[in-house]
T-cell receptor
Framework: AAGVIQSPRHLIKEKRETATLKCYPIPRHDTVYWYQQGPGQDPQFLISFYEKMQSDKGSIPDRFSAQQFSDYHSELNMSSLELGDSALYFC?????????????FGPGTRLTVL | KNEVEQSPQNLTAQEGEFITINCSYSVGISALHWLQQHPGGGIVSLFMLSSGKKKHGRLIATINIQEKHSSLHITASHPRDSAVYIC?????????????FGKGTKLSVKP
């Protein structure tokens, strides 16, 4: 069965650079969530989209932005990267309409900021 | 105090042992999730519960809404069960999908 796809899987950037992470949800899933997991930390919710509209916002820095496109894939744009942005970024997808849904997680993108 | 607390933080078991991981939460929830994270990071959703009990293979998850407590049980544990098990909740009335995560229980099953 198709799973959530994230690209790239690994990314190395310098401080103050920009990065774009992509998430392709499971076919027919209309909801995408982004999470950030720092080294040794539990995941933190960043932002979610339902039917191409932002549905919830968590601890996402102002330097980050995200959107969901017409094909339901999502991109997380990160600017002015800082060392503390080094983390594993997970995307998850689900079929929306309720909060009681199973989220399916992607493999994550490991971002390293040097 | 964290909104989602797990115990134990670390657990070492011998192959074949019955394992229980506990999760307590302090917020109203619409659902509780048990997730598995392997070394290297990938997260797999094991269960989503809003009441009662669910079973999948050797895994059993239960939830007691009144006591705000859930348990994940692994029967006949195997070294391939070694992973971090994370409890996460969807806050009742919160916007869709905003999972609140526990800090995880690191399980190591020895052959």
């Amino acid at each position: 069965a198709a799973g959530v796809i994230q690209s790239p899987r690994h990314l190395i950037k310098e401080k103050r650079e920009t990065a774009t992470l992509k998430c392709y949800p499971i076919p027919r899933h209309d909801t995408v969530y982004w999470y950030q997991q720092g080294p040794g930390q539990d995941p933190q919710f960043l932002i979610s989209f339902y039917e191409k509209m932002q549905s919830d916002k968590g601890s996402i820095p102002d330097r980050f932005s995200a959107q969901q496109f017409s094909d339901y894939h999502s991109e997380l744009n990160m600017s002015s990267l800082e060392l503390g942005d080094s983390a594993l970024y997970f995307c998850a997808s689900s079929q929306g309409g309720t909060s009681v849904v199973t989220q399916y997680f992607g493999p994550g993108t490991r971002l390293t900021v040097l | 105090k964290n909104e989602v607390e797990q115990s134990p933080q670390n657990l070492t078991a011998q192959e074949g042992e019955f394992i229980t991981i506990n999760c307590s939460y302090s917020v109203g929830i619409s659902a509780l999730h048990w997730l598995q994270q392997h070394p290297g990071g990938g997260i797999v959703s094991l269960f989503m519960l809003s009441s009662g009990k669910k079973k999948h293979g050797r895994l059993i998850a239960t939830i007691n809404i009144q006591e705000k407590h859930s348990s994940l049980h692994i029967t006949a544990s195997h070294p391939r069960d070694s992973a971090v098990y994370i409890c996460a909740v969807t806050n009742y009335g919160g916007s869709q999908g905003n999972l609140i995560f526990g800090k995880g229980t690191k399980l190591s099953v020895k052959p």
